[in-house]
């Protein structure tokens, strides 16, 4: 038996590897998409302040900042039982929809793009954002970094610090918006709607437009037929920022929608030994293993979760262009995995029109925006819809409001279980007759990549139950021992 081994993986947050176990023919048996980072942010909280709590889970990672500090805030109304100001949840929603669409727009071009734009077998020198940008052109290249650069500036302006805002506070936020900035505000949100329009025109003509990479999206090598979870807001309609959690079938029957503090009712979490990864999945259902359809418990979350458990987008043009997706992919639900790519696409445009209407809403810069606690704490959930997915985190303290315990479901933790499927399938699909080339291999890594995982947020389980192996070498490089830990 020998294996093949992608250590690292590349174009994601996070560390991880693929093992590919191939039998006496050369085939893929099976494959392991291994996370072997831990980050254990639970388990220093306990004992901080829980206001603390929204500067602390942004340093998880560089790319979801703004969702934990989201998520921790809302917690902390939760904990505290608050209703903050209107103008507050507007202020909180508008840096929220900036993130996402400049986070969105990350993956889709600097991550994803290189196997879509420049060629998923493409030589692997090629396979980066240099490649895309010769392939786009040095100006769409300029307007790419351009725009990214003004949305974050629009969230240096809200939340203090755009990669470790400071704003959200327990009833509120710290300052309203001015007036001046709500101006410069409203001229960027009309750029940020041309730029996910274009957007949105370039996966057309430079993705959809191509048939061997529309046939690789609709193929069996990349499609599983799980559960999906997402927000959604009062109309069933995708909300990033609040809503009721809604689960659908792989059928697209709704199996439960629910407010965030029945989370445990629904969610469990499965432990595997060779991984620091959980893999929840739905409770009623239960974990039947590495397998999809109607029995497995098996859910996902993230884009395409999002809009197949949504009715519909909440603003016209990303309307459009969802009924536009889900006619050319032959209805709901969509179970290929590379349509990520194209419902990533499509938020972007419903991030950059809510953008534009809350930007233009006069309460924008209406002075009352924080409600002060008063109520002794005890249990606080908030919820947001990460890029990644459904990110709930979950504060237990005691009356001084200090941490006793500390929760975080995080959407990659949610799609572990569907990467793993995913991975196993794309390398016994492409991985056949021992024939294995840096094209072939980037194909398997492709499974995981739709799902933009983050796996600094992703790992938390502690004690560490995962073996581990130490290597001892001698200053020539000779291995002269191999320690190993089982448990």
């Excluded at 709590?53 to 500090?69: E, F, S």
């Excluded at 793009?113 to 954002?129: L, Q, Y």
């Excluded at 959604?232 to 697209?252: A, E, H, L, Q």
Aim: aromatic fraction near 8%.
């Amino acid at each position: 038996m020998k294996e093949i081994i992608i250590d690292p993986i590349t174009r994601l947050e996070g560390h991880g590897k693929i093992i590919i176990v191939l039998d006496d023919d050369g085939n893929a048996k099976r494959a392991y998409f291994q996370v072997p980072e831990l980050r254990g942010f639970e388990k220093f909280a306990e004992g901080r302040a829980a206001e603390d709590m929204p500067i602390i889970t942004p340093r998880i990672c560089g790319v979801c900042p703004m969702a934990h500090h989201m998520a921790s805030t809302k917690a902390l109304d939760d904990l505290y039982k608050i209703d903050p100001p209107s103008a507050a949840k507007k202020i909180r929603e508008l840096a929220y929809n900036v993130f996402m669409l400049e986070d969105h727009a990350l993956h889709f071009y600097i991550l994803a793009g290189p196997d879509f734009i420049v060629g998923p077998t493409a030589p692997k020198s090629e396979r980066n954002v240099v490649g895309v940008i010769k392939k786009v052109g040095l100006e769409v290249g300029k307007r790419i970094i351009v725009t990214r650069k003004k949305l974050r500036d629009i969230n240096t302006r809200l939340a203090g610090k755009v990669i470790h805002p400071v704003f959200g506070v327990p009833g509120g936020v710290s300052k309203p918006v001015s007036e001046d900035d709500a101006k410069e505000i409203r001229a960027i949100a009309n750029e940020a709607l041309d730029f996910a329009m274009f957007t949105l025109k370039a996966f057309k003509d430079l993705v959809l437009s191509k048939k061997e990479i529309l046939d690789l999206i609709i193929s069996e090598a990349y499609t599983h037929r799980t559960y999906y979870m997402g927000l959604v807001d009062d109309k069933n309609r995708v909300n990033f920022y609040d809503g009721k959690i809604k689960i659908v079938t792989p059928s697209g029957k709704e199996f439960a929608k629910f407010d965030v503090h029945e989370y445990q009712n629904y969610i469990q979490e499965h432990v595997e030994p060779w991984t620091y990864i959980k893999f929840p999945f739905i409770r009623q259902v239960g974990w039947k293993g590495f397998v999809d359809g109607e029995d497995s418990g098996i859910y996902c979350v993230a884009p395409l979760a999002r809009l197949n458990v949504a009715d519909g987008m909440a603003t016209p043009l990303a309307q459009e262009a969802y009924e536009e997706m889900y006619e050319m992919l032959s209805g709901k639900p969509v179970h290929h995995t590379l349509a990520f790519h194209w419902a990533r696409v499509i938020e972007m445009v419903y991030a950059a029109e809510r953008i534009k209407e809350l930007a233009e809403d006069p309460e924008l810069t209406d002075k009352n925006v924080r409600v002060m606690p008063t109520s002794t704490p005890s249990i606080g959930i908030g919820v947001v819809e990460a890029p990644r997915g459904t990110l709930i985190h979950h504060y237990e303290t005691d009356e001084l409001g200090r941490i006793k315990r500390a929760n975080l479901i995080v959407a990659t933790q949610q799609n572990a279980a569907r990467i793993a499927l995913s991975v196993d399938k794309a390398a016994k699909s492409f991985v056949k007759r021992g024939i294995i080339d840096e094209g072939l291999l980037n194909m398997v890594e492709i499974a995981f990549r739709a799902y933009d995982p983050c796996h600094a947020c992703g790992t938390h389980s502690l004690p560490g139950s995962m073996p581990f192996k130490i290597y001892l070498y001698n200053e020539d490089g000779k291995l002269l021992n191999v320690i190993t830990r089982e448990q």
